[in-house]
């Protein structure tokens, strides 16, 4: 049995798997960082809808989502181990790094929508999963399922006004 596994479920263990979901949801970040970098004039060049938020406002609101993200599959996988629960938090990852190059990138407005599109259903499986298995791991993922609701209905806005 490895180190992480064997301190799962122990009193104040499992410090190690918090690192790991820490270590993965931060790479998640990074990747989105340096592919929206320098896009920020671009953003703003953008026909957006008035209720759009300020590029600035985007860095702040991710770095608390992506702290949630991790801590509640870490409280998952503290739980019950690598099982079938964190499949949906490993796609819904999946998606959310693939959004950004494909939005700033790629400059795909239509292919991003259909991203974080999926993206919202999975985290919506991921919220539901995790509520069974451990309830503040859920309700963690909630504010992160209504900003990519609505960061879907502001790509989806932006992709219009923009073909």
């Known amino acids: 049995m490895s ?17 790991v979901f820490g270590v993965l949801t931060a790479a998640a970040s990074v990747v989105g960082a340096l592919s929206a970098s320098g896009t920020s004039s671009e953003y703003r060049s953008l026909d957006r809808p008035a ?43 999946a998606l959310n790094v693939a959004w950004t190059p494909i939005f700033f990138g790629a400059g795909e407005y239509g ?5 974080i599109v999926a993206l919202w259903f999975a985290v919506g499986a991921t919220v539901v999963v ?3 298995a451990h309830r503040l791991a859920g309700l963690l993922l909630i504010p992160y399922w209504l900003w990519v609701a609505y960061a879907s209905a502001l790509n989806l806005s932006i992709w219009w006004n923009n073909r």
Request: proline content about 7%.
């Open 3 to 19: 180190e992480a596994t064997l301190d799962r479920g122990k009193p104040g263990g499992g410090l190690l798997g918090l690192l």
């Open 51 to 93: 209720w759009a938020p300020p590029s600035w406002l985007f860095g702040p609101v991710w770095t608390v989502l992506y702290i949630a993200i991790a801590v509640a599959g870490w409280l998952v996988w503290r739980r019950y181990g690598v099982t079938a629960a964190l499949v949906p938090w490993v796609v819904q990852l």
């Open 111 to 115: 292919w991003a929508a259909v991203d």
């Open 130 to 132: 995790f509520l069974r």
